[in-house]
């Protein structure tokens, strides 16, 4: 069984930053695409980062120039690192792995920004 495990969350002040991280585990095929979501209570989950084909990124508009998505050395790891962070980066943060028509999500860590 798949699971992605994230963490790195936690409570910073408005200009600090974090380190996400998710690890895979349960499998022995390399995703396709690899991302960071993000959820705000009240809010549809946004495309924070991603990987879409190869080593091609695609950024939020809101988040480009602060945050940098990164694949670890072992296989199926993620990073995003978060610089700047401003009280609206506050949200739940998903990591999001596909593989064909397969679509795996994290159980999500919490990031919140004071400001």
């Known amino acids: 069984q798949v699971q992605l495990v994230e963490s790195g969350g936690g409570l910073v002040q408005a200009g600090e930053s974090l380190r996400l991280s998710c690890a895979a585990s349960?499998?022995?095929?390399?995703?396709?695409?690899m991302g960071w979501y993000r959820q705000a209570p009240g809010k549809q989950r946004e495309l924070v980062a991603a990987?879409?084909?190869?080593?091609?990124?695609n950024y939020a508009d809101s988040v480009k120039s602060r945050f940098t998505i990164s694949r670890g050395n072992a296989k199926n790891t993620l990073y995003l690192q978060m610089n700047s962070l401003k009280p609206e980066d506050t949200a739940v943060y998903y990591c999001?792995?596909?593989?064909?028509?397969?679509?795996?999500w994290g159980q999500g860590t919490q990031v919140t920004v004071s400001s």
């Open positions: 349960g499998t022995t095929f390399r995703f396709n695409a």
């Open positions: 999001n792995a596909k593989f064909f028509s397969y679509d795996y």
């Open positions: 990987f879409t084909s190869g080593e091609d990124t």
